[in-house]
C-alpha cells in the first residue's frame, strides 16, 4: 500500500535528481535484455516497464521540490509505493532474466525463487503486512519526525516502499514465476484485508491531523488532511488497477490456458430406434 507522507522536506530542498540514474538503468538495462530475446519479447510488458519507470522518475525528480506540501509527497509515495511497483511487476523482469541470462544465472535465479525465506516474505498477506503495516509505523509513531532530519533514513524508507510495493504486487498479481503461490481466494482476501487497512489509516490520520504523524515541530492540519484524502482516494484507483491485474493474471494463468493435443471429441449416442452408434466431433 502506499507509503508514508512526506517527511517535512527538511532532509531534500530540491528534486532527488542523483536518484534517477538508477531509474535509468533500469530502463536501459530491460530495453537491452528485451532485444536480445531470441524469441521476441512481449511488447506490453515493455510498455509496463517502462511506465513504472517513468512513475519512479516523475516520484523522485518533479515531485521532490515539493518539500513542504504533504499533498505533493503523498502523490510522489503513493506513485513510489503502489503504481510504479505494479507496472515494473507487470513488465515481468524475472521471466526475461531467465530467458536472456547464462545458464549459471538461471541456476542462482532459480535457487532463490525456491528459497523457503522468499516464500515467507513473498506471500501475499506477508506482503501486505510489510507495505501497510510499514506505513502505519511510520505515520504513528515519531519515525516520520526522525526521517525528517536525517537523509539516510528519508530514502531509506522510499526504498522500502518500493521493495514493499513491488513485493505486494507481485505476490498478488505477478506474472513472474512465483513457487508456492497460494489460491486466488487468498490473494484476494490480502487485497481486500490490505485495502481496508490503508483506508482505515487514511481516515485516522485525517481525524487526527493535528497531531499526526507525531513529533513534528510545525504542521498544516488542513494540508495534512487534504494529503489524507489524496491517500484514500488515490489508493482507492491504485488497488483497483491492481485488482483488474490479479484477475486477468488468473485468467491468463498457463493451466487454464493449455490445449489437450487433440482437439476433437468423440461422442457416441445409441439410437433409440435400431441401437446404431452414431459419431459427433
Not at 225 to 244: F, H, K, P, R, T
Request: hydrophobic content about 50%.
Amino acid at each position: 500500500m502506499p507509503p508514508a507522507f512526506a517527511h517535512g522536506g527538511h532532509v531534500a530542498e530540491g528534486p532527488s535528481w542523483f536518484l534517477l540514474l538508477p531509474v535509468v538503468l533500469l530502463a536501459v538495462g530491460y530495453l537491452l535484455a528485451a532485444v536480445r530475446d531470441p524469441r521476441g519479447w512481449n511488447h506490453r510488458r515493455t510498455a509496463a516497464w517502462l511506465v513504472g519507470c517513468a512513475l519512479l522518475a516523475v516520484a523522485v525528480g518533479p515531485l521532490a521540490p515539493l518539500p513542504d506540501d504533504p499533498r505533493g509527497h503523498m502523490a510522489q509515495h503513493l506513485l513510489l509505493g503502489m503504481l510504479a511497483p505494479l507496472g515494473l511487476v507487470l513488465g515481468a523482469p524475472v521471466t526475461l532474466l531467465l530467458r536472456v541470462a547464462p545458464p549459471p544465472v538461471r541456476r542462482v535465479v532459480g535457487r532463490l525463487l525456491r528459497a523457503r525465506p522468499l516464500h515467507l516474505i513473498a506471500h501475499p498477506v506477508t506482503a501486505a503486512l510489510l507495505s501497510t503495516g510499514g506505513l502505519a509505523l511510520v505515520l504513528l509513531t515519531p519515525l516520520y519526525a526522525a526521517a525528517e532530519r536525517h537523509s539516510a533514513l528519508h530514502h531509506a524508507l522510499h526504498l522500502h516502499y518500493v521493495a514493499a510495493g513491488y513485493l505486494f504486487a507481485w505476490s498478488l498479481a505477478g506474472p513472474d514465476p512465483a513457487p508456492r503461490r497460494p489460491g486466488l481466494a487468498v490473494r484476494v482476501g490480502a487485497l481486500l484485508g490490505a485495502a481496508t487497512g490503508h483506508a482505515v489509516l487514511a481516515k485516522y490520520l485525517y481525524a487526527n491531523a493535528e497531531t499526526l504523524p507525531p513529533g513534528l515541530t510545525d504542521r498544516d492540519p488542513a494540508a495534512f488532511q487534504s494529503a489524507a484524502q489524496l491517500m484514500y482516494y488515490g489508493g482507492d484507483l491504485a488497488e483497483l488497477l491492481l485488482a483488474v491485474a490479479l484477475f486477468a493474471t488468473w485468467y491468463n494463468r498457463p493451466d487454464r490456458l493449455r490445449r489437450p493435443r487433440s482437439t476433437v471429441l468423440i461422442k457416441k449416442f445409441a439410437s433409440p430406434k435400431d441401437g446404431s452408434l452414431t459419431q459427433t466431433s
